[in-house]
């Protein structure tokens, strides 16, 4: 990215906080985003009928959130690595706001889509977050302040199924989207008196073509890994939308590497700790996100099928909150075994975790505490994995490109869980069983996909030990002004 010295941040920048309340605040910030993955899934039943649309039409209120998070992600981390970090925080909690409050508003599916728009654009405040605390947390606090705002991303999506679940049985559905709002202005406001903004900035121009070419390019392929099922996976607009996104992606990394200033830093990614960190972040976000679509349809099918629960989805949201909980809990200790060990120890930790809570998935499934222990089990994992992820990113990359390194880090997350997603719908809708005129997934298909989500934490552990054997050194405090940029380690 650019090499132009960090310039001063703008005047009436808060004054710098304590460091447990920039915590405290990034932390909130990002559970708040992280409520967005899980907001609409209550509601998602009844959607045509609220907006007047078809089911697959209606549909389109998770995956626009889905496509826009994506494209949003990496613009906003290099802008704010050029122009503020915070500024790019603030802005997306705007966002988020301004998307609320138009779902709140909507009886109809257009306007749902566009705030649903709206709140995807907010997907960065996470790695925005994370760049925020290497630049302002001194550095005995970094390591588990960081792990702990990767894990609100887990967090916020566990807790918020079953907060939903109960919004949406006890009030109008439009309150769902109200409380969202509420929960942005209080971020906001917290964020803008009590997060300073970082003296780190890269400056330079920004790179509008390289941005145009990676957002079709992402949104092509997302969208038919999403849409795949419903479309047909052999049927030309599937086929069409990744020959389409691959050629675009590659006409898009020729582009970054000859352009002066690009939006990523291809050769920066291509090195051993960051490659190898961006694909076990690929296999984690599927391990993930495959236990997300497994339990609650276990706990919610028929118990005539034999090895459903028969539970409510709200009964089925209180089962996945420990899991949330499991996460911000690990936090420190993840802290703690990167801090002694290395963050590739705990890489490697949180796989085989979470490789262990797929495994007794397969055996405990008929009692509604053992869908608890096995989320658990993979919440705890996960959140060893996701505290490692950035210590090992901000281990190989300067200061000035924390924010972009981070949000490019926080995509590869999101591509996991959305190939997740159309792994096991496809395995769901192929292995099913009949019950009183209706087609449900078997159980073998459950356990196939926990085999396949066990199958991608060994991958991840794989590819973890791939990357360098020696302890990184901590990260660089932020450039003070004039100060050159810190170098790169590798």
């Known amino acids: 990215m650019s090499d132009a010295p960090a310039r001063p941040a703008p005047a009436g920048s808060p004054a710098p906080a304590r460091p447990d309340a920039v915590v405290a605040v990034l932390a909130l910030s990002g559970i708040t985003v992280s409520l967005m993955q899980t907001l609409v899934i209550p509601i998602i039943p009844?959607?045509?009928?609220?907006?007047?649309?078809?089911?697959?039409?209606?549909?389109?209120?998770?995956?626009?959130t889905l496509l826009a998070a994506a494209v949003a992600t990496p613009v906003a981390g290099r802008l704010g690595d050029m122009f503020g970090k915070r500024l790019l925080l603030l802005t997306s909690l705007v966002l988020l706001v301004a998307g609320s409050v138009v779902c709140a508003l909507s009886d109809a599916l257009v306007p749902m889509i566009v705030g649903r728009v709206l709140q995807g654009l907010a997907a960065a405040v996470v790695p925005l977050g994370i760049s925020i605390m290497r630049d302002e947390l001194p550095p005995e606090k970094l390591a588990g302040s960081t792990a702990l705002m990767s894990a609100s991303l887990g967090v916020g999506g566990a807790l918020g199924l079953p907060a939903s679940a109960f919004i949406a049985d006890h009030f109008d559905w439009h309150a769902l989207f109200w409380t969202s709002a509420s929960l942005g202005v209080v971020a906001f406001v917290c964020v803008l008196s009590l997060v300073p903004e970082s003296r780190v900035r890269t400056g330079g121009r920004f790179d509008l073509t390289g941005a145009l070419g990676l957002a079709v390019g992402l949104v092509s392929l997302l969208l038919a890994v999403s849409k795949g099922a419903d479309w047909g996976w052999g049927s030309g607009t599937t086929l069409g939308l990744f020959a389409l996104a691959v050629l675009v992606l590659l006409a898009w990394g020729l582009f970054e590497l000859r352009t002066a200033q690009p939006l990523v830093d291809l050769r920066t990614t291509a090195r051993r700790q960051v490659l190898f960190t961006n694909l076990a972040s690929v296999a984690f976000g599927f391990s993930m996100f495959a236990m997300s679509l497994v339990l609650p349809q276990l706990l919610?099918?028929?118990?005539?099928?034999?090895?459903?629960?028969?539970?409510s989805m709200m009964t089925a949201g209180l089962v996945m909150a420990p899991q949330g909980l499991v996460m911000m809990a690990t936090a420190p200790v993840s802290?703690?075994?990167?801090k002694s060990r290395g963050p590739k120890t705990t890489l490697m930790t949180g796989a085989v975790v979470v490789a262990a809570g797929y495994a007794l998935n397969i055996v405990l499934m008929s009692e509604v505490w053992q869908l608890v222990l096995v989320s658990c089990v993979i919440g705890?994992?996960?959140?060893?994995a996701y505290g490692a992820m950035p210590a090992l990113i901000m281990g190989a990359v300067p200061p000035s490109e924390t924010a972009a390194a981070n949000s490019l880090n926080t995509l590869m997350r999101s591509i996991g869980t959305s190939v997740a997603s159309a792994v096991a719908g496809v395995i769901l809708a192929q292995?099913?069983?009949?019950?009183g005129g209706h087609t449900l997934p078997?159980?073998?298909?459950f356990k196939v996909?926990?085999?396949?989500?066990?199958?991608?934490?060994?991958?991840?552990?794989?590819?973890?030990?791939?990357?360098?054997?020696?302890?990184?050194?901590?990260?660089?405090?932020?450039?003070?002004?004039?100060?050159?940029s810190a170098e790169r380690v590798a």
């Open 335 to 338: 802290a703690m075994i990167t």
């Open 449 to 484: 996909v926990m085999a396949i989500g066990a199958g991608a934490a060994a991958l991840a552990f794989v590819l973890a030990s791939f990357l360098p054997r020696h302890r990184p050194d901590a990260p660089a405090p932020a450039t003070a002004v004039g100060e050159p």
């Open 380 to 384: 705890a994992g996960v959140g060893f």
């Open 46 to 64: 009844e959607l045509p009928g609220y907006l007047h649309a078809s089911a697959s039409d209606a549909a389109w209120a998770v995956t626009a």
């Open 300 to 311: 919610q099918l028929p118990t005539q099928t034999g090895y459903g629960l028969g539970k």
């Open 442 to 445: 078997s159980e073998n298909g």
């Open 431 to 435: 292995l099913t069983v009949s019950l």
